[in-house]
Nanobody
Framework: QVQLVESGGGLVQAGGSLRLSCAASGRTFNTDFMGWFRQAPGKEREFVAATTWDGGSISYADSVKGRFTISRDNAKATVYLQMNSLKPEDTAVYYC?????????????????WGTGTLVTVSS
């Protein structure tokens, strides 16, 4: 089992920044990708960004490229999502997720563990 706990959400004005954290515990050595997904009201959950623990593979959704940065601290088993130049359309509940080996395409259906989510609200 892998436990994921997100933090760092909140209310921010458009153009502002937030940093989300995801602390992982349990059998993290079996995980390959750690990712962030988001779900806005009335919409499906969508991929935002992901990284392997060694940083050798990092991926971003087109909608956040150049604005969001995913990083990790292996010693703390924590993954971060730095979000800059936030837009109202970034408003959503952000979820941390982990994928066990072997690697599969990064879609919600292929993630094996989920956190409970943290709300990000961007006001215009």
């Amino acid at each position: 089992q892998v436990q994921l706990v997100e933090s760092g959400g909140g209310l921010v004005q458009a153009g502002g920044s937030l940093r989300l954290s995801c602390a992982a515990s349990g059998r993290t050595f079996n995980t390959d990708f750690m990712g962030w997904f988001r779900q806005a009201p009335g919409k499906e959950r969508e991929f935002v960004a992901a990284t392997t623990w060694d940083g050798g593979s990092i991926s971003y959704a087109d909608s956040v490229k150049g604005r969001f940065t995913i990083s990790r601290d292996n010693a703390k088993a924590t993954v971060y999502l730095q979000m800059n130049s936030l837009k109202p359309e970034d408003t959503a509940v952000y979820y941390c997720a982990a994928q066990l080996l072997p690697a599969r395409p990064l879609s919600p259906r292929n993630m094996d563990y989920w956190g409970t989510g943290t709300l990000v609200t961007v006001s215009s």
